[in-house]
Structures are given as C-alpha cells and as structure tokens.
C-alpha cells in the first residue's frame, strides 16, 4: 500500500505539471546508487508522448541553454511522437520535488544516418530545440563535449546517469531519485565479438557479470568520462543485449559521441541561423 501511495503521488505531481509519466516502465540502471544533487547538472529527463495513452520517457544531455542531445530511437517508436505533448525535464533530482522545471519541445531531428538494424542502431542520434532557452544555474548546465586530444579506454573514470527500476523484474514504483553507475569502458576488439554488426561510431561499456548497465528508459541519457577539465560526454545510451540488462555477457552499447561533434555544432549552428533569418 505504501509503494502505491508513493507512486500516486508520482503521477499526481507530474499532472500538475502538463504532462505525463511515460507508461513504458522498463527497468532502468541496474547497479546504481543514488546521485548527489547537482551532481551532474546536464542530465535531462524526456518525457515523449504520441498522443493521450502512448508515452514513454528517455534520458538526454543538455548541449547548452536550447538543445539537448539523445537517441535517435527514442523518437523512432510507432506512433510518431508529437514534440507538442512532450517535455524536457531540467534540473531533475527527485521527481517527486516541486523544483523541477520543464520545458516545452520545438522540434526533435534524427540523425540523416539513423537506422533500425537487427538488435540494435546505428547513427543512433537526436537533436532536440526547447522552445525557450533555459536558465542555467548549479543545477542546470551544460555538458562538454570531447574534443580531438580526448582519448578514453577501460581506465578511464566513466558514469552514466537515469532514472527507473536498479534491476531486473522489479515492479512499481520507480526510484525517484536520479540513479548513478560508474562503469568500465570494453576494449573494441572485445565489443566486436559480442556484438559483429558494431561500427568504429559506436563503443561499449558497462560490467555485466556485476549487473552493472544502463536498461530501457535510459535511452539517450549521457555516458560521461573524466579528463583533466572535467567531465566530457563520451557516449549515448543506444542499445544493449536482447536478453535483458545486465545479464549475460553483453554490455551495453553507446553511441560514440566524439564521430559526431562537427554534425552536432553544424546542425546548431544552421538551425541558430535560419531562426535569425526568419
């Protein structure tokens, strides 16, 4: 009875915001810990809705005050999602907190390459514009990308950040609060035996005989990696083994961020234009 009065109380709050928790309800991070608030203030929560009972939610980083980046597959689903009905959540720690803010959606822009393949993605990569630009705070920031001298491997201090169940098989409610992993990056040639369709844009990590990986529902969220200023993101959620998260001997696998850094600045430098001109 408990559980279910925490879970209305979810639902209820999030009503009175304009929008809806998503109703695929996977299991999310299996392994995590909670996060720090403001921890990792770029995380975003997407809440995406088709229509009134169609609705699920995926994770995303924010790029700067207007954009956030994600997975292309997030936005891939049947029926078409409405960017009208859906919503960025910035600044979210508890979903339960009044604080959180979130913001209405423009537009989403799949990646010109994105494409469905057997068990998986590739040019798995959205771009999504808010319809106001967001004040950034401690809490709300954006994230770094890679740049050319970046260069990561299996010691390379790695987290990635969502919200939903911490394992397999567990039922409602959701863990309110925004759970993080570190994980291990796997060397590629280690990858490309689990996985033989991997392409040189994607990598892989996660530790399954721990049960430590991302699930359903962290779609899109960030793969972050520290370097000597900070954290960059390294990766996008993308896929992970058909059977079920962190089991197995499949790690998850990511979208590599860095095979992508000239599209993203191009596509927002365009779109920032052809705003200005209208």
């Known amino acids: 009875m408990m559980g279910f009065c925490k879970l209305l109380s979810v639902l209820v709050l999030i009503h009175s915001f304009g929008v809806v928790l998503g109703s695929e309800v996977g299991s999310s991070i299996t392994g995590g810990e909670d996060a720090p608030k403001g921890a990792w203030p770029w995380m975003v929560y997407l809440s995406i809705a088709a229509d009134r009972t169609n609705k699920w939610r995926c994770g995303g980083s924010l790029l700067n005050s207007q954009w956030v980046l994600t997975a ?43 494409q469905a393949v057997s068990n998986g993605y590739v040019n798995d990569l959205a771009l999504v514009k808010l319809k106001k630009k967001a004040e950034l705070s401690r809490l709300v920031a954006p994230v770094s990308l890679p740049g050319p001298g970046d260069t990561f491997d299996s010691s390379s201090e790695c987290w990635i950040t969502g919200w939903g169940n911490i394992k397999n098989g567990v039922p409602l409610p959701l863990p309110e609060t925004l759970q993080q992993l570190k994980i291990p990056i796997i060397p590629q040639s280690e990858c ?78 365009q779109a920032k ?4 001109e209208v």
Not at 77 to 91: E, F, I, N, T
């Open 72 to 114: 292309a597959n997030c936005w891939d689903r049947d029926p078409k999602p409405d960017p009208l009905r859906s919503s960025a959540w910035l600044g979210s720690h508890d979903l339960q907190k009044a604080s959180v803010r979130y913001m209405a959606i423009v537009f989403y822009m799949l990646h010109p390459q994105y």
């Open 273 to 276: 234009e052809a705003s200005a």
């Open 192 to 269: 490309q035996k689990k996985y033989s369709q991997l392409t040189s844009k994607q990598l892989c990590a996660g530790d399954p005989a721990k049960a430590k990986d991302a699930c359903k529902g962290d779609y899109g969220g960030p793969l972050v990696c520290r370097t000597a200023r900070g954290f960059v993101q390294v990766g996008i959620i993308s896929y992970g083994s058909p059977d079920g998260c962190g089991l197995g001997d499949r790690p998850g696998v990511y979208t590599r961020v860095s095979s992508y850094v000239d599209y993203i600045n191009s596509y927002i430098n």
